[in-house]
């Protein structure tokens, strides 16, 4: 792999704002052998399919495949694979560089955006059921029931192990990428690798000397901070000469950590009633409370430490596709994005990565109007029995997936010949035994039966959706 030099810096002065370039998104194509060809304009796709020359090789992302051209009898320049991952999503761009001669006669490359693609990851949601599971598992230890004694603490773990939510966004984005380069002349890869300082983030402000070694509250009780911090007081009423208790702003059952910056003095009354409701719920009614609290939270750091775990492992996996991988800085990232005059989101993030020298004229002349939506939905459960709120099974579900051919979350289209629903309808479907499946449509959620449906395209685990790209430049990132 390939380490660029740091990007950091100031920003390039020399005048340029981005206006203008913006086009449709490129449809991906497919030679008579399923090679991967230069993707084509929407225009000239639906030129291909009208004249019989191209069929639909898959809706999502839309590709085609030509009848009678093989790769052999194409000219195919090749396109550069742009990723910029993130904790809740990641953006991917397609990309192609020209040399070009500008009026004075010097070459400058440009580089044009083809397609853009947003993936959005479940690695909350996938962290939120594993916490479910440990507490049915805790339960069922303590409770008078079947005992299932604890596993050690001591197990060992393979090399380059990560927890299941962060091994999805690996994983995720590989499955992408690997797609993408499936349906691409992709020559090569860059994507944006960088490193997050949680300690100097934890403290607001840069550490120097013993306090980057030991922490800003090394040899400090916990106690005695937060009761110095909120003068022995109750957080929430202010009551003093009472018992107080530490209690956490975002609750532990909610995903909130030990961090001090969570942690306030609530009284016993004030801290039963709160519960494991989130402080912004709590205090919704007395929103001054609440400001005067929330200036002391600092921003959580769960995503900060995910991209810290997951950037090296993310690098080696995309290593296996077989295309040479550049490793680039976040500071090169957002110094192309801003002399650019680009928004901040993860597909102009990843647009911009990569080598631009600003001071030759080298600029991004082009970027899709349209973003791809991907949102990782996964493939349903492995458990066949539908537990209640105490982790005991209420009932059990079906052994197979399948019924009468279809299986929750393909691509269907259903033609309903009467009723309330009448017409041709496409959607995701939700499978039921008795072969009465749920249509999911933009429009709304219907029964339908399998006879009246066709099958279009197999769910993959994903749900596809579409945006605009903005224009103008914004503070701060979606997603």
Request: charged share 25%; glycine share 10%; proline share 5%.
């Amino acid at each position: 792999m390939e380490t660029a030099e740091n990007g950091s810096g100031d920003v390039p002065t020399h005048g340029h704002t981005y206006a203008g370039g913006i086009g449709a998104s490129r449809i991906f194509v497919l030679s008579k052998d399923g090679r991967p060809l230069m993707p084509c304009h929407p225009a000239r796709a639906r030129e291909l399919l009208g004249k019989g020359r191209a069929v639909v090789a898959r809706q999502a992302p839309f590709t085609i495949r030509l009848k009678d051209r093989t790769l052999a009898e194409s000219e195919v320049d090749g396109v550069q694979l742009r990723i910029d991952p993130g904790s809740k999503g990641t953006g991917l761009a397609l990309t192609d560089e020209k040399k070009e001669a500008d009026e004075q006669g010097a070459t400058v490359t440009v580089r044009r955006g083809l397609i853009s693609v947003e993936l959005q990851h479940r690695g909350d949601r996938i962290r939120m059921c594993m916490q479910q599971r440990a507490g049915y598992r805790r339960r069922r230890r303590s409770a008078n029931c079947r005992y299932r004694a604890p596993r050690s603490d001591n197990r060992t773990r393979p090399g380059g192990w990560l927890p299941p939510s962060l091994r999805h966004r690996v994983d995720t984005t590989l499955s992408l990428a690997r797609r993408m380069c499936r349906y691409a002349p992709v020559t090569e890869i860059h994507m944006e690798r960088v490193a997050f300082d949680t300690h100097a983030m934890s403290a607001g402000r840069p550490l120097t000397g013993a306090e980057r070694q030991q922490g800003t509250l090394a040899g400090t009780e916990i106690r005695s901070y937060l009761l110095t911090k909120w003068n022995r007081a109750c957080a929430y009423c202010d009551a003093t000469g009472v018992p107080l208790n530490i209690d956490h702003l975002r609750p532990r059952s909610r995903g909130g950590s030990d961090r001090v910056s969570n942690l306030v003095l609530a009284c016993v009354p004030c801290n039963q009633a709160k519960g494991s409701t989130p402080v912004d719920i709590f205090l919704a009614h007395r929103p001054d409370r609440l400001a005067k609290i929330l200036r002391q939270v600092r921003t959580p750091l769960h995503d900060a430490a995910a991209m810290n775990a997951t950037r090296w492992r993310l690098a080696e996996a995309l290593e296996t596709l077989g295309r040479p991988v550049h490793a680039w800085s976040g500071g090169r990232t957002k110094w192309n994005r801003t002399a650019m005059g680009l928004a901040k989101t993860h597909t102009l993030d990843a647009l911009s990565v990569g080598r631009l020298d600003h001071e030759s004229g080298d600029a991004i002349v082009r970027l899709p109007v349209q973003v791809l939506i991907v949102k990782a939905t996964g493939r349903g459960s492995y458990a066949r029995t539908t537990p209640d709120r105490f982790g005991f099974p209420r009932l059990r579900r079906a052994r197979t997936k399948q019924h009468f051919g279809y299986v929750t979350g393909d691509l269907v289209r259903a033609v309903m010949p009467t009723g309330k629903w009448a017409g041709t309808w496409t959607g995701r479907i939700s499978v039921r035994a008795m072969g009465q499946h749920s249509l999911t449509t933009p429009a709304g959620r219907f029964n339908v039966r399998y006879r009246n449906l066709q099958l279009v395209q197999r769910g993959d685990g994903y749900g596809y959706a579409a945006r605009r790209e903005p224009v103008g430049p914004t503070s701060r990132k979606t997603g």
